[in-house]
């Protein structure tokens, strides 16, 4: 059973940083897929970042561009998602996810089908 526990977050103010991580455990974690996503309240869930299986390709959302970055530690069955210049409007709980196929990255929820627990991020002006 795939398993995946998200840790780092926090209360940051306007401009600072954090690095959030996902450790993944339940199968062959360098074969798949990862992915960022985050929820603010009353929204809806939305990409933030993917990752490929060899991180040779990395995919972000528009408003994250140039901020944040995605990687990964396949032999620690580990990714992370490293948050710059952090706004207000980053607050939401962020989640990882993983799906059972590779390829081209999704940006749809559905295409996913493992999801950590989420992890709080507050951003404060």
């Known amino acids: 059973q795939v398993q995946l526990v998200e840790s780092g977050g926090g209360l940051v103010q306007a401009g600072g940083s954090l690095r959030l991580s996902c450790a993944a455990s339940?199968?062959?974690?360098?074969?798949?897929?990862m992915a960022w996503f985050r929820q603010a309240p009353g929204k809806e869930r939305e990409f933030v970042a993917g990752?490929?299986?060899?991180?040779?390709?990395?995919s972000y959302t528009d408003f994250v561009k140039g901020r944040f970055t995605i990687s990964r530690d396949n032999a620690k069955n580990t990714v992370y998602l490293q948050m710059n210049s952090l706004k207000p409007e980053d607050t939401a709980v962020y989640f990882c996810?993983?799906?059972?196929?590779?390829?081209?990255?999704?940006?749809?929820?559905?295409?996913?089908?493992?999801w950590g627990q989420g992890t709080q991020v507050t951003v404060s002006s």
């Open positions: 990752i490929s299986r060899t991180s040779g390709s990395t």
């Open positions: 339940g199968r062959t974690f360098s074969r798949y897929t």
């Open positions: 996810t993983t799906r059972d196929a590779f390829g081209p990255i999704p940006r749809r929820s559905d295409d996913y089908g493992y």
